[in-house]
């Protein structure tokens, strides 16, 4: 019967052998790239938690699935008073300031009958406002503040 030891080449042994100090130097080496790799793998998480800070400043959209509106306080007022006479996409296509969206609530509430939003108006025209600004600042960064300076030369 063949003993275990049979099955294990001698070559790994024979390149490593010169007695406890080898082993040492093996062990060492082990450490290290053990060392190594967790310092590695701390910089990854590292990484990790630092996109989930930018995730915290970058607005993440969401947007729902049946009228394509963008999922944000106010939504469930305008699905209930903006889907009943034309679809979603007369809003998400539009963009316009706070006074738009009053002027465009106003000419539906003039020529095509739409009812007084009363106390929701506000809300409403808040999530309009907010979700549907005018382009100019969606999507981008904000202008920079600059404060010029005097370069002394
Ligand atoms: C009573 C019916 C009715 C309701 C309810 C209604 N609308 Fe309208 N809306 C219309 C009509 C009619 C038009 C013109 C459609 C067209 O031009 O095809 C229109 C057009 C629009 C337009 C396009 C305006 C433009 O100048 O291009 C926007 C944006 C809009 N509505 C947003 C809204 C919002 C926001 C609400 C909810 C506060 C809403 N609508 C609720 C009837 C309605």
């Known amino acids: 019967m063949r003993k275990t030891q049979d099955l294990i080449p001698d070559y790994p042994i024979d390149l490593f052998s010169g007695g406890i100090y080898k082993h040492a130097i093996l062990l060492g080496i082990g450490l290290v790239l053990f060392l190594l790799t967790q310092g590695c ?13 930018m995730q915290d400043t970058i607005r993440v959209v969401q ?19 903006c889907m009943n006479c034309h679809s979603p996409k007369l809003i998400t296509q539009s963009r316009a300031t706070k006074e738009g969206w009053e ?12 009812w007084d939003l009363g106390e929701h108006e506000a809300t409403i025209l808040e999530y309009l406002a907010t979700h549907y600004a005018p382009e100019e600042g969606v999507g981008r960064r904000r202008q920079l503040e600059v404060e010029w300076y005097d370069l002394e030369l």
Request: no cysteine; aromatic share 4%; charged share 25%.
């Open 103 to 114: 002027g465009m609530i106003r000419w539906m509430q003039a020529k095509h009958r739409l």
């Open 63 to 81: 947007y729902d699935e049946t009228t394509g509106l963008v999922v944000a306080d106010g939504i469930q007022l305008v699905k209930a008073n």
């Open 41 to 53: 793998q701390n910089s990854h998480d590292g990484q990790a938690s630092r996109d989930e800070q």
